[in-house]
């Protein structure tokens, strides 16, 4: 909030413009302008936030400003029965469009979205009888309250209204557990499977809230022209909204405000330069991609936070002692909170799985016991990582059985373990890059937390109660791990071992019955690696079963019950460390066969 207090008093000041000079044409474009915020907005959900490109968001106004203006001028509904009935129809229309998502990168999708304007636009012209044709609807009338009708400065003041309305709910989306989860499946679709986050879930969220705010823009749209045609929705018109978003800033709240101002209002204000609008244009997203490449919010938010950093006192007793105390976290264990119900054991039977022609696991039987810290190791390619990716469900094995305690999750998802109680540290850290180390944090808890939609969105009584909660117990974790200093800094910010320490905080948020570690010592110091081995045996005390997939053989020694070793996709041996670890088998797998 205070990072967007500057843009939202820009806003204001913008919206008090057309209010005091009272030329009506200002505040028919402040109003335009004000209306394509609303829909940028739900693109900034799509794009910034979730990472779905799209190029039909001018299709989707259509559709919600020819569902208004069809109910009031043909029908002589009111606008606010016929608003929610467009909102309802682009959000369901939104959703349509989101199906390909499920299977197709987000490039894909725009060129599929952008078919979908394309095929809109058609249809505008084709359905004449309804639409209108070429000549469209005219005669829509202005929103009325009893038998007044609203003026152009009250519908400027209705449509700002929504905008604030629209803030707060994003706001409260973007910092709940919906907004980790949709930022997870931009940056990291397995870590977010891994956390409990259903990509596909949050993919046909993210498009019905971008459906739901372009047929309300559309709406508002119809009521404001008074009359809509196809004219209005053409392809540059779709690609204006994407330009808002990524000028003003992707996945910023003030984003779409920003872009709008520059990109719409001041274009339109600066009416002597309009033969020169597509070099301005031009010139300034070539500046800006090079330069601002998160765009005007995004460029702003990076060079306050290099003033922060060049007015930090380079040398003082206080920034030693904090480093101090984030070196001295290896001397004891993080807190490690207890699991969410007993530990699960693992049971694999006659795992297979092939790659093409590389068989990566040939006929895997293994038994992990719960509450054990169990070690796999083995050289590279031997097939470890395949193996956790399988228990984990990442992977679905192409033969054999899966069992989870005494449930088959063969066919089961990641998310649906997640649930469970299975959580993930991967080999290379998977982060919200952009996101803080306490947002990183509390997207573990994902699978925990019970607040639904509704409560989330309105940030009821409930859903605060519940988040302060977690808030305090990601904290005491990033304490517990050095971190909680810089609990606000981005986790991009970090260096690699503090990197994997977080990760290993996240994976504790979760509170696991299962935890499932691919090299955790990767990267570490030598204090790092003391603390991690404590930390280790501090969660298998808890009662958290642990796999470890490790290389480094000192650690796996220190803190493994049993040990497995792996090759070339066939298990070699198992049992306690010591035995496992003298197997000639395996001594001659590390150092090769004596001459």
């Given amino acids: 909030m205070r990072r967007t207090v500057p843009w939202l008093a820009l806003l204001a000041a913008a919206a008090a413009l057309p209010l005091v000079s009272g030329d009506p044409t200002i505040t028919y474009l402040a109003t335009t302008a004000a209306i394509y915020v609303v829909v940028g907005t739900g693109l900034n959900i799509m794009f910034g936030y979730t990472g779905q490109v799209s190029l039909g968001q001018g299709a989707l106004v259509a559709v919600g400003a020819y569902a208004t203006g069809i109910l009031m001028a043909d029908h002589g509904w009111t606008f606010w029965a016929a608003a929610p009935v467009a909102v309802v129809v682009t959000a369901g229309a939104g959703t349509l469009m989101a199906l390909p998502a499920f299977r197709l990168s987000s490039w894909y999708i725009a060129l599929v979205t952008l078919g979908a304007a394309m095929a809109v636009r058609s249809l505008l012209v084709e359905f004449e009888g309804l639409t209108g044709g070429w000549s469209g609807l005219v005669g829509i009338p202005r929103p009325s309250f009893g038998s007044r009708e609203l003026g152009e400065r009250d519908v400027l003041w209705m449509v700002l209204v929504v905008n604030v309305v629209l803030f707060v709910m994003v706001r409260n989306i973007v910092g709940s557990r919906l907004g980790r989860g949709m930022m997870a499946v931009r940056d990291a679709p397995e870590m977010a499977r891994s956390v409990g986050v259903g990509p596909a879930r949050m993919k046909l969220f993210a498009f019905a809230c971008g459906g739901a705010t372009a047929g309300m823009g559309g709406a508002l749209l119809a009521v404001h022209h008074g009359l809509v045609t196809p004219d209005d929705f053409t392809l540059d018109f779709s690609i204006l909204f994407l330009l808002v978003v990524i000028i003003g800033g992707a996945a910023r709240l003030a984003g779409p405000v920003i872009g709008t101002l520059l990109f719409f209002a001041l274009p339109e204000l600066l009416t002597g330069l309009a033969e020169w609008r597509g070099l301005i244009y031009g010139a300034a997203l070539l500046v800006l991609m090079v330069y601002a490449p998160q765009g005007i919010a995004g460029g702003w938010d990076k060079l306050r936070a290099r003033r922060r950093k060049g007015r930090a006192p380079a040398a003082t007793p206080a920034t030693g002692a904090a480093e101090d105390t984030a070196e001295d976290v290896a001397e004891d264990a993080a807190e490690v909170g207890p699991p969410r119900g007993e530990p699960l054991g693992v049971e694999l039977s006659g795992v297979r799985k092939s790659f093409g022609g590389v068989h990566a696991l040939q006929g895997i039987d293994l038994t992990i016991e719960p509450g054990k810290v169990h070690a796999i190791v083995g050289p590279n390619g031997s097939g470890k990582t395949t193996l956790l990716n399988v228990i984990s469900r990442l992977l679905r094995q192409d033969a054999g059985r ?194």
Avoid: K
């Fill in 402 to 595: 899966v069992l989870l305690g005494a449930e088959d999750v063969s066919r089961a998802t990641a998310e649906r373990l997640a649930r469970r109680g299975v959580a993930r540290v991967f080999q290379t850290p998977r982060l919200l890059g952009a996101s803080s180390l306490r947002d990183n944090v509390l997207l573990g808890a994902y699978a925990r937390e019970r607040a639904g939609g509704p409560a989330t969105v309105l940030r009821l009584p409930r859903a605060r109660r519940e988040r302060a909660e977690l808030v305090l117990e990601a904290d005491r974790l990033l304490a517990g791990h050095g971190l909680a200093r810089r609990a606000e800094e981005e986790a991009a910010a970090l260096p690699h071992g503090e990197q994997r320490l977080l990760e290993v905080a996240r994976a504790l948020m979760a509170r696991p019955r299962l935890l499932l570690m691919d090299e955790p010592a990767a990267g570490l110091t030598p204090r790092e690696l003391e603390a991690l081995g404590r930390l280790i045996r501090a969660i298998r005390d808890a009662g958290t079963t642990v796999v470890l997939v490790e290389h480094h053989i000192e650690l796996v020694a220190n803190v493994a019950d049993v040990v497995t070793v792996l090759d070339r996709g066939r298990l070699v041996t198992s049992g306690a460390p010591e035995e496992a670890l003298g197997d000639a088998r395996v001594v001659e797998l590390y150092l090769g066969a004596p001459a």
